[in-house]
């Protein structure tokens, strides 16, 4: 949620996160790259040589079988030439034991090949998968106000999964062909010179319309992941709000709308399909007519003595291994620019660096904890919003144990000012002090270790209710957690629940009420035992009952810390230590609520529309 004069958000919970996804992808899809050569696929060699073992072994036995495979060749020649010829059986047996021993070396060379080949893709994807996520995880909130999160899961999905095709199925069919190509021509070179020739003039004319079609290929590959984004981005748009649409009775409009969206995906894929199909038909027409040609001239020179049926067959065989790894390359050649593309994409991601980040050497926070702020003339804008700052020489200190209320009209920057004290933004003027060391010289892990964060809308996540507390303290103990739930009023709900703690409360934790989720919100922040407690409208979107059980708790999560209270709602903040009130990203006004209302400025106003003219 962002006010439109000073950029202020909250800072957990953004609502619509589905919608945003497929929104994201959507917007990606628009602005794939054409990639037109491969290199960006480059960055993918540290990733295998990370695995060179497999990448040798993969390496060997990838050659190990092109040998076999013209091997394979030579024992047909020997077949026709020494068997069939002589017309004797002891020579035909020989002849068929080799080709079959031959065949068996071929075998276990492919398998051995596949089996490594591929076990190194797996492992190159899952290597980048988790390099990616965790690189992501890195990145400040300045990268995501400039890129759509939608637009990074997509490439955390969709462009993984064309890389994950390229080294798991298309490099290897690639990297075969090609050595079989070479293979076959050498070879080819050396049984018959002449036709050789032949073919080395052949390959040109197969190989143009591979390339100038494929180009055509890629652009309507691109529109066709384009609208299948488009219907993908409509259908999250629309579950994400499936109550609105139910309660409007807009399903069939909406079914009607993604339905065309699937139609133009539908069409454009479809298009993609007939190109590429027609690209494949002229290059197996080629290939195939110009072997048809070559053994023609074969027969003839077979019959002119120049060689002998078996070379011939032999030649034949090498001809249609080369015709053939030329179809196999065409149809690879489409997947290894759409992931030369995607990997492009990829290493943007990877390449990104944060703007919030520890500095060379950061100075250690005093230990234990205690949670003494302050901000000293601090001006902040928005990253894209520099006109408008939404902390405008802001000064504040917060005693430790000090319970301070942050209160003012929307706008006025009070989410902001959690947002810098956790550091996902750094100010453009002042500074900010946690126990006397400024936020720009910690670590800013270190720094919200110091922080346990309860916002309006507190995300919980899959799992148990165990799982979700813990999520605040992965190393709390049983009993920690138990002990958090009871502080925050939670422990009579979660027993009731069928398994209790462990019982699974499904996404975003979607099964339990608002109160009872607030309170297991309550309860993470708890268990973390930090020093400072940052509140952010943490019961304003509950009812009456479920308020007053969270007010229990957090009256017991404050004791003891410092605590930042944000709240629209005036009552919640009454037993403050101090209230602060801020306008225009300003303190104007701070004290206790008597005194403030006494002099009758903005918080008497805010007071009055609240509770009535008696408000003091």
């Known amino acids: ?42 960055h993918l060699l540290p990733f295998v040589i990370a695995h060179k073992g497999d990448g040798l072994a993969a390496g060997f036995f990838l050659l190990f079988s092109t040998a076999a495979t013209l091997g394979l060749t030579y024992a047909f020649k020997n077949v026709i030439d020494h068997g069939f010829s002589k017309g004797q059986d002891a020579a035909i047996n020989s002849a068929f034991v080799g080709l079959g021993a031959v065949a068996l070396v071929l075998a276990l060379a492919t398998a051995l090949r596949f089996f490594f080949i591929t076990r190194l893709g797996e492992r190159v ?28 899961l997509s490439r955390l999905t969709t462009d993984v999964a064309l890389v994950e095709q390229l080294v798991g ?23 018959s010179p002449k036709l050789a020739g032949f073919i080395v003039l052949m390959v040109p004319v197969i190989l143009a319309p591979m390339f100038l079609v494929g180009r055509r290929v890629r652009k309507l590959t691109v529109t ?18 499936l109550e609105t649409v139910q309660a409007f ?60 049926g078996g070379t ?61 702020i302050a901000f000293e003339n601090v001006v902040f804008a928005y990253p894209g919003r520099p006109d408008l700052p939404a902390l405008n020489g802001f000064d504040l200190r917060v005693k430790p144990g000090e319970t301070v209320a942050l209160v003012g009209p929307s706008g006025a920057g009070k989410s902001t000012v959690l947002r810098l004290l956790l550091r996902f933004y750094d100010p453009q003027s ?53 002990a958090a739930a009871d502080a925050a ?32 919100a309550i309860a993470r922040a708890l268990v973390r035992e930090a020093p400072i407690l940052l509140l952010d409208e943490a019961t304003s979107a509950l009812d009456a009952e479920s308020e007053q059980l969270v007010q229990q708790a957090l009256a017991t999560a404050m004791e003891g810390r410092t605590t930042l209270v944000i709240a629209h709602r005036l009552a919640t903040v009454l037993k403050a230590d101090r209230i602060v009130v801020m306008e225009e990203g300003r303190v104007v006004e701070q004290g206790a609520h008597a005194e403030l209302f006494a002099k009758g400025g903005l918080y008497a106003r805010l007071a009055r529309l609240q509770f009535g003219v008696e408000a003091a």
């Open 1 to 42: 949620m962002t006010d439109a004069n000073s950029g202020d958000q909250k800072v957990e919970g953004r609502p619509g996160a589905g919608a945003e996804l497929v929104q994201g992808m959507t917007e990606a899809g628009a602005r794939r790259p054409r990639r037109k050569d491969i290199r960006p696929l480059a």
């Open 125 to 152: 994807v899952a290597d980048l998968r988790r390099k990616l996520y965790g690189h992501t995880l890195s990145l400040d909130q300045p990268y995501f106000l400039k890129t759509r999160t939608g637009e990074v």
């Open 169 to 191: 199925a298309s490099i290897s069919i690639a990297l075969r062909n090609i050595l079989n190509l070479i293979g076959g021509l050498t070879a080819m070179a050396v049984v």
């Open 224 to 241: 066709a992941q384009d609208r299948f984004a488009d219907a993908v981005g409509y259908a999250g748009e629309s579950l994400d709000a």
């Open 249 to 308: 009775g807009r399903e069939s409009a909406s079914s009607g709308r993604f339905g065309a969206a699937v139609e133009a995906a539908y069409k454009a894929s479809v298009r993609r399909i007939t190109t590429r199909a027609t690209m494949t038909a002229m290059v197996i027409t080629l290939a195939f007519g110009g072997i048809t040609l070559l053994l023609w001239t074969g027969a003839r020179l077979v019959l002119a003595g120049e060689m002998t």
């Open 312 to 372: 011939l067959a032999q030649f034949a065989m090498l001809a249609v291994m080369a015709a053939g790894s030329i179809g196999a390359l065409g149809e690879v050649w489409g997947d290894v620019q759409k992931a030369s593309g995607a990997m492009d994409r990829i290493s943007e991601l990877l390449n990104a660096k944060p703007d919030i980040a520890a500095p060379p050497q950061p100075k250690t926070l005093p230990v234990p904890g205690q949670g003494e």
């Open 430 to 482: 002042g500074c900010i002090l946690l126990d006397g060391v400024n936020l720009r010289d910690a670590e800013p892990a270190e720094v919200r270790a110091r922080m346990a964060l309860v916002a309006q809308d507190s995300p919980l996540f899959s799992g148990s209710a165990m799982d979700n507390i813990r999520f605040g303290r992965p190393d709390a103990t049983d009993e920690q957690v138990r």
């Open 489 to 520: 009023q939670a422990t009579g709900f979660l027993s009731a629940l069928p398994e209790g703690f462990d019982t699974p409360v499904g996404e975003r934790a979607k099964t339990l009420s608002g109160g009872q989720r607030q309170r297991l």
